[in-house]
T-cell receptor
Framework: DSGVTQTPKHLITATGQRVTLRCSPR?????VYWYQQSLDQGLQFLIQ???????AKGNILERFSAQQFPDLHSELNLSSLELGDSALYFC?????????????FGPGTRLTVL | AQSVTQPDIHITVSEGASLELRCNYS??????LFWYVQSPGQGLQLLLK??????LVQGIKGFEAEFKRSQSSFNLRKPSVHWSDAAEYFC?????????FGAGTTVTVRA
């Protein structure tokens, strides 16, 4: 158990819908990262927040957005869902934002878009 | 582009045999390298990491990895594989603040 929690574990929804994925980082960690794992794209970095501020952006679609709240939990919002958004979404957290900070991963949320 | 490559998509190994998973990186400066394991239906678990210093790194579950700058490699090894080692293994390098992952190697363990 990494100490990072993600809810829900599974999410099934229809195209065009909007969903919110939630992540609670390890106690004391200030950075939260979101990754997407799909069969065709592999594991891809989406976005990072550090202490409530956006720090880095990766291959995140405009239909997707995220935020980190004062209590440091984070939410990833996915809207106008398409079939291709079906994937496993991971959250990770680290103590700080340095390159040597180890990222600890949550169990993931599996999103299925029908 | 700066990245990592895992040349082997799938490896099958007998229980008790040794295992080596290859990882090559492309990075101009000193790379910060990681190996993660993903068991079926699970999240990613950190096996080990290399930042600097001793090039032979020990990790959890009996795994070790060796950093070889001359070969741009960071191969993962285990002397004797257990059935529970069947999983997908990912090599990753830190680019800016994010992890860039290889495509992964799936390990099957046969009895």
């Amino acid at each position: 158990d990494s100490g990072v929690t993600q809810t829900p574990k599974h999410l099934i929804t229809a195209t065009g819908q909007r969903v919110t994925l939630r992540c609670s980082p390890r106690s004391g960690d200030l950075s939260v990262y979101w990754y997407q794992q799909s069969l065709d794209q592999g594991l891809q970095f989406l976005i990072q927040y550090y202490n409530g501020e956006e720090r880095a952006k990766g291959n995140i679609l405009e239909r997707f957005s995220a935020q980190q709240f004062p209590d440091l939990h984070s939410e990833l919002n996915l809207s106008s869902l398409e079939l291709g958004d079906s994937a496993l979404y991971f959250c990770a957290s680290s103590v700080d934002q340095g390159r040597t900070d180890t990222q600890y991963f949550g169990p993931g949320t599996r999103l299925t878009v029908l | 582009a700066q990245s990592v490559t895992q040349p082997d998509i799938h490896i099958t190994v007998s229980e008790g045999a040794s295992l080596e998973l290859r990882c090559n990186y492309s990075y101009g400066a000193t790379p910060y390298l990681f190996w993660y394991v993903q068991s079926p239906g699970q999240g990613l678990q950190l096996l080990l990491k290399y930042f600097s210093g001793d090039t032979l790194v020990q990790g959890i579950k009996g795994f070790e990895a060796e950093f070889k700058r001359s070969q741009s490699s960071f191969n993962l090894r285990k002397p004797s594989v257990h059935w529970s080692d069947a999983a997908e293994y990912f090599c990753a390098v830190v680019l800016d603040y994010k992890l860039s992952f290889g495509a992964g190697t799936t390990v099957t363990v046969r009895a």
